[in-house]
Every structure is written in C-alpha cells, then in structure tokens.
C-alpha cells in the first residue's frame, strides 16, 4: 500500500467504468476532471475499448457532459494500428467491428493467408466457423494480437463478457501466446506516461480493472488508484495478487485524496 499521494503529478484515467457506466456519467467526474485542470495536473484517459474509435469515444463521452477531446485518448485500438505500422506492411485479418477497421485501411484486410489475426471486440458476431477460421490462419502461420484480454465489463444490463475469453481459447488450441497491445502491457502505459510528461513513480493510474489498471499499472512503475464503481467487485478485489496505493469508492473522492496532506 501506500506512499505518498502527494508525490502524484499526473493522472491516467481509465474510462469504462471510471468515468461512466454504460449511458450514464459517474457522480462526480467532471468536477475531478475540472479539480484537475485548476490545479494544473496533467492527465491523459487510458482505454483498452476497442469498439469505437478515438473521435467515436469522445462524442459519447461529449454526449454524456463529460468534455474530453480525442487527442487525450489513448485506445488500444489506435495502439494497434500503430503497432502493425511498425511490422511493415503486413497483411491482416481484423476481428473488430467496421467503424474501427476504417482506421486500419492501409493494411491489406482480405488476405486467405494473413499475417497477423487481430483479435478486438465484435459483439455478439463471435461464431463457431469465425473461430474455425482463425483457428487455421494461426495454424497456418499467423501471429495472434489481442487489443487487450479483458474478463467482462460492467453494462446497463449488467456484467458483459469482454474477448479475453476468445483470446485465451484461441492460444489454447493453436498453442500460440498472443501479443497483448492494451492494458496491462507496459508499452501501452508509456504512451500515457510520455504524454503526461511525468516520471511513471510520479503518475498515477485511475480504474476499476484490479488485473489490467492495476496489476498493470504496479508493474509499469505508477501509483495505482481503485476506485469502486463500474466492474469492480469485492469478492474478486479480494481474491486478487494485485493491490492497488489507494483505494476510493469512486472518481468523485480523487479531490480529496489529492489534497489531504
Ligand atoms: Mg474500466
């Protein structure tokens, strides 16, 4: 547990869960997005949504009251795209839904042998014969990327199964271990981190994931904040390896922890 909060200079906040809940804003997040902002600490949001895309993400949030301009969000969907640049040009087989495969238009996406299977959220379209067919293209040669293996997510229909699920039965039978472009890979934490501008010791991560924000967030060097809202659950708080420097029941007490000292 706990340091200092005092040492904390930046802030990434995830968003899911966070700062809202399905269609409707958690009490209290704007005033700490606006506490942040008068006291001149940095702050970046850290998603591992891979639904929308980075503009998508934040007319929802503008859509709800929450004012976040898009080049603040650091989506794992955008961390793959980049990723896959860095490969060269390779070819791909993009399991996301079509508004996010327009961000990937520059890699060739019709490939009966691609090299890459990208795996991202696509709903309810998961299938047997989708799955057979990734099955083969990994069989045949093709690396497996997972935007990020998250469990389930709180909805307003209650809690959703998220792809992590897919991801691990897809290693299971292929035999292959994915990359993993979000949270909690370190990588993803530095590009949150370098834009902030403050050392990883000195930024802390805001979220309701114990195993992605902040078993991730410990591993990467930053302070780590929980905050009860959104996926989190006692029984599975309790259970888990990772624990969090400090613990809030939501967004709406970051003020206060930030200024008691
Ligand atoms: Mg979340």
Same mark, same amino acid.
């Given at each position: 547990?706990?340091?200092?909060?005092?040492?904390?200079?930046?802030l990434?906040f995830?968003?899911?869960?966070?700062?809202?809940?399905?269609?409707?804003?958690?009490? =209290? #997040?704007?005033?700490?997005?606006?506490?942040?902002q008068?006291q001149?600490?940095?702050?970046?949001?850290?998603?591992?949504?891979s639904?929308?895309?980075?503009?998508?993400?934040?007319d929802?949030?503008?859509?709800?009251?929450?004012?976040?301009?898009?080049?603040?969000?650091?989506?794992?969907?955008?961390?793959?795209?980049?990723?896959?640049?860095? &490969?060269g040009?390779?070819?791909?087989?993009?399991?996301?839904?079509?508004?996010?495969?327009?961000? /990937?238009?520059?890699?060739?996406?019709?490939?009966?042998?691609p090299? /890459?299977?990208?795996?991202?959220?696509?709903?309810?379209?998961?299938?047997?014969e989708l799955?057979n067919?990734? /099955?083969?293209?990994?069989?045949?040669?093709?690396?497996l990327?997972?935007?990020?293996?998250n469990?389930?997510?709180?909805?307003? #229909?209650?809690?959703?199964?998220?792809? =992590?699920?897919?991801?691990? =039965?897809?290693?299971?039978?292929s035999?292959?271990?994915?990359?993993?472009?979000?949270?909690?890979s370190?990588?993803?934490?530095?590009?949150?981190?370098?834009?902030? =501008?403050?050392a990883?010791?000195?930024?802390?991560i805001?979220?309701?994931?114990?195993?992605?924000?902040?078993?991730?967030?410990?591993?990467?060097?930053?302070?780590?904040?929980?905050?009860k809202?959104?996926?989190?659950?006692?029984?599975?708080?309790?259970?888990?390896?990772? &624990?969090?420097?400090?613990?809030?029941?939501?967004?709406?007490?970051?003020?206060?922890?930030?200024?008691?000292h």
């Amino acid at each position: 547990m706990a340091d200092d909060p005092a040492t904390i200079e930046a802030l990434l906040f995830d968003l899911d869960g966070v700062l809202y809940v399905g269609s409707h804003r958690i009490p =209290g #997040a704007v005033e700490t997005l606006e506490f942040c902002q008068e006291q001149n600490i940095p702050f970046r949001f850290i998603t591992n949504t891979s639904t929308r895309t980075v503009a998508a993400i934040a007319d929802k949030l503008n859509a709800m009251g929450i004012p976040i301009v898009e080049d603040w969000i650091f989506s794992a969907a955008s961390a793959t795209r980049d990723y896959l640049l860095q &490969q060269g040009s390779p070819s791909v087989h993009l399991l996301v839904r079509d508004e996010v495969k327009l961000e /990937f238009a520059e890699f060739e996406q019709n490939s009966p042998d691609p090299d /890459f299977v990208v795996v991202g959220d696509i709903g309810a379209a998961w299938n047997y014969e989708l799955l057979n067919r990734v /099955f083969n293209e990994l069989m045949n040669g093709a690396e497996l990327i997972a935007m990020h293996r998250n469990k389930y997510w709180l909805t307003d #229909a209650g809690l959703q199964m998220d792809i =992590g699920a897919f991801v691990a =039965g897809l290693e299971y039978v292929s035999g292959k271990r994915a990359t993993i472009i979000g949270k909690p890979s370190s990588e993803f934490f530095s590009l949150a981190v370098n834009a902030v =501008g403050a050392a990883n010791s000195k930024t802390a991560i805001v979220g309701d994931d114990i195993e992605n924000d902040i078993g991730g967030g410990n591993r990467a060097g930053l302070q780590t904040i929980m905050v009860k809202t959104g996926k989190y659950r006692e029984d599975v708080f309790t259970a888990a390896r990772a &624990q969090p420097d400090y613990i809030l029941d939501s967004i709406a007490d970051l003020p206060a922890l930030l200024t008691k000292h």
